[in-house]
C-alpha cells in the first residue's frame, strides 16, 4: 500500500484480525463442456431482480445473459447471483467519473437517463453524454414505469472526476498527478486525489505500495528517495488513516521492510522488494487483508470525520461494505489495463503466475500497538494472479452474505 500521506495521529481503535488473513481457498475458473446455463428466470412482479455475473481475470464483470453459450459452458462454474440493486452498488464503487446510465438486470441492456428532462436514450459511447437515439414516448413511459418499481435499475452518479471535489470514504484515483488509463485519450482520464478537500481522517493509500512503485521505475542514477511518475500516479484507495491504513495496511511504515517467507520458506527478501517484482501478488495480498480486517468494522472516528461520513465509514452498513469491496475491485480494474495501455512498470499483469498467503506469524505491536504481521507465500499452479484476485473477492461477495454461489449445470 504505501508510506504514511495522511493526517497524524494517535490510534484510537485496532480491531482484532479474523481468524484468518487469508480467508477460504480461492474457487479456481475451469472449463469444461457442461450442460448450457439457462437465462434468468424473470422475477415475479414486486421481486427485487437479481443478476447472474462473473469476474474475469483483469476483475471486469460480464452477465451471464450476455455471454455466448460457448462461454456459458466455459465459465459455467464461475457466475454468482446478486440483488441488482446491491449489484449497482458494488459496481459503482471507488469511482469519481460520473454516470447517466439505467440498467435493465433482466436483458443486461442499458439505457443513458436524463434525469432532468425524464427522458431515456439508447446508451451509445461514441455520443455526447452517451445519449444515442431518444426512446419514443410510449418506450420513456414503460422504461420510467420499471424505473419506479425497480425492475430497471438506476446505476447513475455524480461526475466528482475533479481536484476540487470533496474525497469520499473509498474513492479511487491516482495519486498526486492526473492518469490517463488511455493515454492518447483524453476522456480517460482521471483526476489526482492527493491534495484534494477532505473533511475525514484520510489517507490515498497506494495499492501496490508507493514506494514498491518507485523501486520499479527509478532509473539509474536517480536518488533513492526519487518518486517516479509511476509513484504519482500510481492507484489509491481513500481509507481512514488512523482505523484502516495505520492499523491494518502491511506495508505501512517500517512494514515493508518485513522479510517475508516465500514458497520455499526463505526469508531473504524484504516486502518492498517482493512487491516490486510481484505486484499483483502484493495487490491481492493488501487488499485481501485490508478488507478481512475491516469486515463488520465500524471505521468512523467522531473526533476526526465529518458527521455526514458516519454511515459511510460503518462496515455494517452492507452499502458501505459493498462500496469498499467495489472500491478495490475498481482498483485492481484500473491497475491491470494501466500496465496493458502505458507499460510493465505500472499497475500490475493479470496474468502473472499466482501466489496466495498465509499469516505465518504475528507479534503484538509495541510503541504504537500495531500488530505485527508476517506472511508466508505459496504458489498457486494453474492460475493466474488475476483470477486468484477475481476468485478471492466473488468468495468474499458470498461468504460476507452478498451473493450466492450458482450451482453447477
Known sequence: MGRLKGLSSKPSFSPSLSPSSQGPAPKRQRTSQGAQVPNLTPAAPNTPPRVQVRLDERHKFHQQTLDSPDTRKQHKNDYFEMDAAQFATLKNGGKRTGSNK??????????????????????????????????????NAALKQSLDNGTLV?????????????????DVGPYEKNLRVRPNDPSSELKHVSGTPADWNTNRDHVPSGESLNKRNRLPGQAADAKTDAYKEGVTVAIPDD??????????????????ADPTGNRTTT???????????????????????????????????????????????PDSRLGLIGSYRYAGSVNTKINQNI??????????????????????????????IDVTYQNVPNQTQGQVISNSLRDRLINEGFAQDVPTI
Open 343 to 372: 507499460g510493465p512498470g505500472r499497475g500490475y499483469d493479470p496474468s502473472a503466475p499466482a501466489e496466495a498467503f498465509t499469516p505465518s506469524a504475528t507479534a503484538p505491536g509495541a510503541k504504537r500497538k500495531y500488530d505485527k
Open 102 to 139: 439505467a440498467w435493465d438486470p433482466a436483458t443486461g441492456k442499458n439505457y443513458a437517463y436524463d434525469k432532468q428532462s425524464g427522458q431515456f436514450f439508447e446508451f451509445d459511447k461514441t455520443k455526447p453524454g452517451n445519449k444515442g437515439a431518444p426512446l419514443d414516448p410510449q418506450q
Open 154 to 170: 438506476d446505476r447513475s452518479r455524480p461526475d466528482r472526476n475533479s481536484t476540487s471535489e470533496p474525497v469520499r470514504p473509498g
Open 271 to 317: 516486502r518492498v522488494d517482493h512487491d516490486a517484482s510481484h505486484p499483483a501478488s502484493a495487490f491481492h495480498r493488501d487488499s485481501h487483508h485490508l478488507l478481512n480486517t475491516t469486515q463488520n468494522q465500524n471505521l468512523f472516528n467522531p473526533g476526526k470525520d465529518a458527521a455526514t461520513h458516519q454511515n459511510r465509514l460503518d462496515m455494517t452498513q
Open 243 to 260: 482505523r484502516a491504513h495505520k492499523a491494518h495496511s502491511l506495508t505501512y511504515g517500517s512494514r515493508q521492510k518485513y522479510k517475508d
